[in-house]
């Protein structure tokens, strides 16, 4: 079975720009979450999507958003990009119904993004 | 307030020899405790969970966990410390709320090199 995909793996823009994210969870897996990677605050979760329905929100600014599709694949957006924002965003896919956390959660390689 | 701390950044230790990486936590009630590992490059990977029950838990690569409640611990531990093993290691426990509102922590996690 494919494991946790994300794309692209490595993004560079500017400040001011915005950016959108994919994830496409394991087949079968319904609940997808997103997460910040920086050296200095580790892992700071955004939000959880479950059955295309945001279920859990982190402490982040609106500039960040995403979605659910149909087919359980899961987008995040971030409009207007700070320098703040450059880290590794890590999403991770879920078979359980219940919140992820309560359960094993699979991640992807996660995308590089630097903003400069 | 809720908390998760990992109090080693670094944790060097010779192959063969035991491993142990910390975890200590302030969280009310009964929270679910979790360790992942994070090797070079790649997403986190899912070691073990604590929900209930006995106090060692045993996981995947010959890792396990012992669960402290009265020093609110949860130490990861190997007896027989492997150099593929060395690798970034995150503790994460669920923290107060009801359902599917309750949020995972995370430590800031430490990075374990194992010496051949």
């Known amino acids: 079975k494919a494991g946790v995909t994300q794309t692209p793996r490595y993004l560079i823009k500017t400040r001011g720009q915005q950016v959108t994210l994919s994830c496409s969870p394991i087949s079968g897996h319904r609940s997808v979450s997103w997460y910040q990677q920086t050296p200095g605050q580790g892992l700071q979760f955004l939000f959880e999507?479950?059955?295309?329905?945001?279920?859990n929100k982190g402490n982040f600014p609106g500039r960040f958003s995403g979605r659910q599709f149909s087919n359980s694949r899961s987008e995040m957006n971030v409009s207007t990009l700070e320098l703040g924002d450059s880290a590794l965003y890590l999403c991770?896919?879920?078979?359980?119904?219940?919140?992820?956390?309560?359960?094993?959660?699979?991640f992807g390689p996660g995308t590089r993004l630097t903003v400069l | 307030a809720q908390s998760v701390a990992q109090p080693e950044d670094q944790v060097n230790v010779a192959e063969g020899n035991p491993l142990t990486v910390k975890c200590t936590y302030s969280v009310s009630g009964n929270p679910y405790l979790f360790w992942y590992v994070q090797y070079p490059n790649r997403g986190l990977q899912f070691l073990l969970k604590?929900?209930?029950?006995d106090n060692l838990v045993k996981g995947s690569y010959g890792f396990e966990a012992e669960f402290n409640k009265s020093q609110t611990s949860f130490h990861l531990k190997k007896p027989s410390a492997l150099v593929s093993d060395s690798a970034l290691y995150f503790c994460a426990v669920t923290g107060v709320g009801a359902g599917n509102n309750r949020k995972l922590i995370w430590g800031l996690g430490t990075s374990l090199a194992v010496n051949p």
């Open positions: 999507y479950f059955s295309e329905t945001q279920r």
């Open positions: 991770a896919s879920s078979i359980a119904s219940g919140s992820i956390s309560y359960n094993e959660q699979f």
């Open positions: 604590y929900i209930t029950g």
